[in-house]
């Protein structure tokens, strides 16, 4: 199985609606990511999990909280968002978090609109 | 910044032509790797060349990566309507483990 899944694939909220992203994959990849994706640019990392723990937050704004259940399962969860932030969200894996092998594996995405 | 630049920003192609585009970048790498994406899904990975290899080729791929000129180009030969879809570089910047973007190239192959 070589494919990252992700539920989601249309998610329409309100600004003060309580929501979570889903991702999961079963390659036993140990590092999962999170992107964000506006219109005709390109992904922006967030969120780097390596074995299951956080190894990067790029600054990314309290009301996107990730969480890493274990290690085939990578959840975003989403409260009291802006419009700003609608966009296209992006989980990927990779077999370790190394420069040298760190082809990644990216699931469909997760269509967010915020109203 | 250490994102890649490409260029073009957009080509459009006939169905048989061979398509190239072009990634810069300003600091050194250990790898630079392409991807694709079709509208509005997720990308797929192509290739990861690294920084002590010139050429590395896959089906109807070819890459070059030129480290003294900070440079990579992928040539996609003998395009198809099904080649249509936006092309990243993707570069791990130095002693970080991070994957940053280039800007895309759009490219068009009309059958």
Redo the contacts between chains.
Sequence with gaps: DTE?T?TPKHLVMGMTNKKSLKCEQHMGHRAM?WYKQKA??????MF?YSYEKLS?NESVPSRFSPECPNSSLLNLHLHALQPEDSA?Y?C?SSQV????R????????T?LTVL | SQQGEEDPQALSIQEGENATMNCSYKTSINNLQWYRQNSGRGLVHLILIRSNEREKHSGRLRVTLDTSKKSSSLLITASRAADTASYFCALPPHNTDKLIFGTGTRLQVFP
């Design positions: 990252v992700q990511y005709k640019k390109p992904p922006e990392l780097v990067i296209l992006l990927a978090w190394e420069t040298q760190n082809e990644q594996f990216f699931g469909p995405g269509r």
